[in-house]
């Protein structure tokens, strides 16, 4: 079993910041990749930021600049910084892990539950 907790959302205006964090636990053997996705009402997921295990990062148009991802001092956490927001950032923020198992000869997708952030203008 792996789990993916997030914590950090919140209600904050615009030009402010807060920061995401994500811990996977569980039975994990590797992780190749952590990101961040959000959803906004009415749309579809999309992908915000993504750190693989090699250290390679890849931003969304839309926030590259302003947010930044880190991994912990663990392997098996990550954060997203997000400065400069807007109205538009306000979504349900879900941390994504590319995870392989002990018990699994492949790697598999693993989601947090979501936390929201609002961004007020």
């Known amino acids: 079993q792996v789990q993916l907790v997030e914590s950090g959302g919140g209600l904050v205006q615009a030009g402010g910041s807060l920061r995401l964090s994500c811990v996977a636990s569980?039975?994990?053997?590797?992780?190749?990749?952590m990101g961040w996705y959000r959803q906004a009402p009415g749309k579809q997921r999309e992908m915000v930021a993504r750190?693989?295990?090699?250290?390679?990062?890849s931003y969304a148009d839309s926030v590259s600049g302003r947010f930044t991802i880190s991994r912990g001092n663990v392997e098996n956490m990550v954060y997203l910084q997000m400065n400069s927001l807007k109205p538009e950032d306000t979504a349900v923020y879900y941390c994504?892990?590319?995870?392989?198992?002990?018990?699994?000869?492949?790697?598999?997708?693993?989601w947090g539950q979501g936390t929201q952030v609002t961004v007020s203008s």
């Open positions: 994504n892990a590319n995870i392989r198992r002990y018990s699994s000869s492949m790697a598999d997708d693993y």
């Open positions: 569980g039975s994990i053997l590797s992780i190749n990749h």
């Open positions: 750190i693989r295990r090699v250290g390679t990062i």
